[in-house]
């Protein structure tokens, strides 16, 4: 009995040393709000916590079905190089695929509408821009 409460009595003292240990925190990372380049451990900062987030109804977001997928992929094998970049002489990986016509919906525009290849960069300021033109 004395090795059995021997092993015991290490074990309490391992788990209470292991209960002591701390993890190391989360390695911070720039707020999630586009644009903003405050550190956070996760999600937004304070700032920018209540911000309104952008949701893309369902009727719309239906359109990006696996038809879409394949349609991109094609895009951006044919063009992969951002083309607002390369109008600028700046070469740059095209990572989004953009409607040139705004479809707004309608599924005939949506899948037969002219597209162009574009960086992140470059498709987040057009949109905005479309955005504020109405």
């Not at 409460?5 to 190391?24: H, K, T, W």
């Not at 997928?69 to 970049?85: F, H």
């Not at 990986?93 to 409607?99: D, R, S, Y």
Request: hydrophobic letters at 30%; a positive charge; aromatic letters at 6%.
């Amino acid at each position: 009995m004395d090795r059995l409460s021997e092993v015991i009595e290490r074990g309490a003292e391992r788990g209470a040393l292991i209960r002591r240990m701390r993890m190391p925190s989360r390695m911070s990372k720039a707020c999630s709000y586009p644009g903003c380049t405050e550190l956070v451990v996760k999600g937004r900062c304070e700032k920018h916590r209540e911000a309104e987030v952008y949701y893309r109804d369902k009727g719309r977001q239906a359109l990006y079905d696996r038809s879409w997928r394949v349609r991109r992929s094609i895009q951006l094998e044919d063009k992969p190089w951002c083309e607002d970049c390369w109008e600028k002489g700046i070469v740059t990986v095209a990572t989004e695929v953009h409607h040139v016509q705004r479809h707004e919906g309608d599924v005939m525009v949506f899948l037969s509408s002219p597209l162009q290849s574009l960086c992140k960069a470059c498709h987040t300021r057009i949109g905005n821009e479309t955005e504020r033109a109405g």
